[in-house]
């Protein structure tokens, strides 16, 4: 289908209700030359429409923006049965996350049942632990449900990031979704689809539970069923218990527990797109031991994990209610004298770093802190790319290292010096926490690594987002001090992005910094870029020395 024109688009966004009349009259007031694409522009600038809005309705699609009475913002992810949106409530701007039921499901009365099924059972669950459903309806063909936006990213997104945890950055975590999943049995929900995706991490440092239910959706005559939901009646045949065993959901929390303390899933084919391959499996019994493991956790922890995934089900956990007592044991022997604790002596959980023990991936560990104790090497896992992503070091007899990444010689690569370690602070003292704050818009994730190891050692909080579009939505929820923009992952379309970042700072008279890092083909971009009090400009190949010094003279680390 032909894209429309910038003038009919324009019309739309006011017919269908993605700006008021009186928005639309400021827009074109506002376009400095009156066409549809500077209304547009205006538009996108003011944050009152998306780009991801905007590609929609060039292709003609101008009928999936509202859902009763939330907006689709923009496209989050999809499975097999929905799709879901980042959105808001129209009337009050509350952010929300908007699953929609497949259009193929739409039409069959047992899949939608099951959806609703899914979103009732939903409202009732109130916990820390477990994603709020908010509210659910029907507008036209189209089923949704509102649910709680989470800002951060799934386990399993994560674990790319960091590979695996150390036992003490994983136990919070562990004992907030055994809570959680507690919880929902005790109010008659199991899970049945437990796995990295359908576990979120907050920037709060909190893990949610996502999605719980749809994996029973069947279509009839179809056979159609979740892939998860295949490994659980494999495993519920394998062991003889019957259909909905709620020691079925212990087992594979405990497969995620395994995952995040060791990076790798136990079940080799549990992400197999085959459902007869998984049915035929017989690989339960056959899984490594965690305590075998070359990142083996404390014998203790490892013991719990172990007894969460028993083939026998009487040498099993038998409640979740059980794993979480076993944490909790665990975690007040083993920390219990050392780690910060509330009044009701739960780990304290800081807003701005995540748990005691557990550091935001979304920010940088306290570069004052010491460094945690070195690990085991792993040489599969780091070869993958060539980083060491458990401490953030390159590894120098690695060929694809920031060298290799930034396109410099070996030789070129300037690391930037450890920070002097200061002592740890007196019981009940508050160390600073106040730095400043720098938003990395980088696609590539061993870039990523690099910048982060790097720039927290210089004492910035690094904020990484691999999305232009959601960086500057980022950027319009609270602007940051400083921004590197790495155009060279990204495309000269990102261009717009950078753009709305320096319209927002201009609307609140603040001081937009920027470093924009060009790739080697890039040089005639140079020109477009906008405007800024402070901006700096790099184009590869680049030395890491020459990011940091462009940054300091931009902004120095408070």
Not at 57 to 66: P, S
Not at 67 to 77: Q, W
Not at 374 to 392: C, I, K, N, R, S
Request: proline share 7%.
């Amino acid at each position: 289908m032909p894209e429309i024109d910038a003038e009919s688009l324009v019309d739309q966004l006011a017919l269908i209700g993605l700006i008021s009349r009186d928005q639309l009259r400021e827009a074109r007031a506002d376009a400095e030359d009156g066409s549809p694409e500077a209304v547009v522009r205006s538009c996108l600038r003011k944050g009152w429409i998306t780009s991801w809005q905007v590609d929609r309705l060039k292709r003609g699609d101008a009928g999936n923006f509202f859902f009763g009475p939330y907006r689709a913002l923009f496209h989050l992810a999809e499975g097999t049965f929905a799709r879901v949106y980042r959105g808001e409530r129209s009337d009050t701007g509350q952010p929300v996350a908007i699953k929609v039921l497949r259009g193929r499901f739409a039409s069959d009365p047992a899949a939608v049942a099951s959806f609703h099924k899914e979103a009732e059972a939903g409202m009732k669950l109130r916990h820390d632990n477990i994603v709020r459903i908010l509210d659910f309806g029907r507008r036209d063909d189209k089923h949704f449900m509102a649910m709680e936006y989470v800002e951060g990213m799934n386990l399993r997104e994560f674990l790319r990031l960091r590979q695996r945890l150390r036992g003490d950055e994983a136990l919070p975590l562990m004992i907030g979704l055994a809570e959680g999943l507690q919880y929902s049995h005790e109010h008659g929900v199991a899970h049945r689809d437990l796995k990295a995706t359908n576990i979120l991490i907050a920037n709060s440092g909190a893990a949610k539970l996502v999605d719980f239910g749809l994996a029973n959706i069947e279509a009839d005559g179809q056979g159609m069923k979740s892939q998860r939901t295949v490994d659980y009646s494999a495993l519920e045949r394998s062991c003889g218990s019957p259909k909905g065993d709620l020691r079925s959901d212990v087992f594979f929390l405990g497969c995620v527990f395994y995952n995040m303390l060791t990076g790798q899933v136990p079940l080799e084919d549990s992400e197999s797109k085959d459902p007869l391959k998984k049915m035929l499996k017989r690989s339960f019994g056959g899984i490594r031991p965690i305590s075998e493991h070359p990142y083996a956790p404390d014998p203790k922890l490892a013991r719990i994990v172990e007894k969460m995934m028993k083939m026998d089900l009487k040498a099993r956990y038998q409640s979740m209610a059980e794993v979480v007592a076993d944490l909790e044991t665990y975690r007040d022997g083993r920390f219990g004298a050392a780690a910060e604790s509330g009044s009701d002596g739960e780990l304290a959980i800081d807003p701005e770093l995540g748990s005691a023990i557990f550091r935001n991936p979304f920010l940088s560990n306290d570069p004052d802190a010491p460094p945690p104790a070195p690990e085991p090497p792993d040489a599969a896992a780091d070869d993958a790319l060539g980083l060491d992503l458990a401490t953030f070091e390159t590894r120098p007899d690695d060929p694809t290292d920031l060298a290799s990444i930034l396109g410099l010689p070996a030789d070129e690569v300037a690391e930037a010096p450890a920070p002097p370690v200061e002592p740890a602070p007196e019981a009940g003292e508050v160390g600073a926490i106040a730095r400043t704050t720098l938003l990395c818009v980088e696609a590539q994730a061993e870039i990523q690594d690099a910048l982060r190891k790097n720039l927290a050692k210089k004492g910035y909080r690094v904020l990484l987002i691999a999305d232009a579009e959601r960086a500057a939505e980022r950027f319009r929820d609270g602007p940051t001090d400083l921004v590197l923009f790495d155009l060279d992952g990204l495309g000269p379309d990102a261009l717009r992005y950078l753009a709305d970042m320096r319209a927002k700072a201009e609307e609140d008279a603040i001081p937009f910094r920027v470093l924009v890092i060009l790739g080697p083909r890039q040089g005639d971009l140079r020109e477009k870029l906008p405007p800024a009090e402070g901006l700096a400009v790099l184009s590869k190949p680049v030395k890491l020395k020459d990011v940091q010094e462009a940054l300091i003279s931009l902004l120095p680390p408070a």
